[in-house]
């Protein structure tokens, strides 16, 4: 296939970055062979700008990309968000509602460039440190708006107490769409709001609504981005519901999941 005709579009943490979040140099060869051959590369992710920031930077990133699982288009090359989705304002009750029930659970409000950070414990600590994000530490009502996502981070042993307490309660359900992005993490983001229409957006952007479309990635809010691609792909190691919606599983993503990705599309 012509790359030139191809975007690739991959979640970072558990697919592109290995489990010590690195890049793998057969990837990055990989990536950098497919742009060369006139391919576009870039990214979906749940962080927000500030910790994709330090990722795009890694691989020099020349597109814009989906941050905050959906919520955003952002131009890292123009330092510019092209497009972004806010939560709507009955967010800052549940948020507070959530925090009472849950004195003990992580919290951090998205927006734009900025991490608040109304409560704190150690998976949230380690969170922050994953690339040195700064945030800043306020009650929820000095949060300022527009929030583009919160997210609640608590202990894997735990964290369904919070999905049910969410599920049994219809007018959270009905304020936000909630995912959950990780073991120790469960997002609340904008009504409507995911990776696959986040890719849908970039390519309105660029005006690419043609092009053959590639999205990879391993966890449940990676499920609308692999579903909705000309070619859907998950990671060996990603979960089930990932892999169920993919049209190819490559290796996982310690073992060059991208470089074998390429090497497939190179091939149709």
Known sequence: MDFKDVIIMTDIDGTLLTDQKQI????MKAIDRFRKGGGTFTLA??????MAKPVADRIALD????????????????????????????AKPVLKE???????????????????????????????????????????DDVPGDWLKILFAYPPDVIQNLIDFV??????MNAAH?????I?????????????SGFKRLLEIMNRTDAFTVGVGDYNNDVELIRDASLGVAVASAQD??????DLVVCDNNSGAIAELIDYIEKL
């Open 184 to 196: 120790h993490y469960f997002e609340m983001l904008p009504n409507g709001v995911n990776k696959g």
């Open 63 to 90: 597109t814009p990309a989906v941050i905050f699982n959906g919520s955003a288009v952002y131009d890292f090359e123009q330092g510019k968000f092209l497009w972004h989705s806010s939560l709507d304002l009955s």
């Open 178 to 182: 909630w995912v959950r992005s990780e």
């Open 45 to 50: 992710t749940g962080r927000g700008y500030s």
């Open 167 to 172: 599920q049994e309660r219809p007018n959270y």
């Open 241 to 246: 519901v990932a892999k169920e919606v993919a």
């Open 24 to 27: 793998l140099d057969c990837d």
């Open 98 to 140: 959530i925090l009472s029930a849950f004195p003990d659970m992580g919290c951090e409000v998205l927006c734009a460039e900025d991490v608040y950070v109304p409560s704190m414990n150690e998976i949230e600590r380690q969170h922050l440190a994953l690339e040195n994000v700064k945030p800043i530490l306020c009650g929820v």
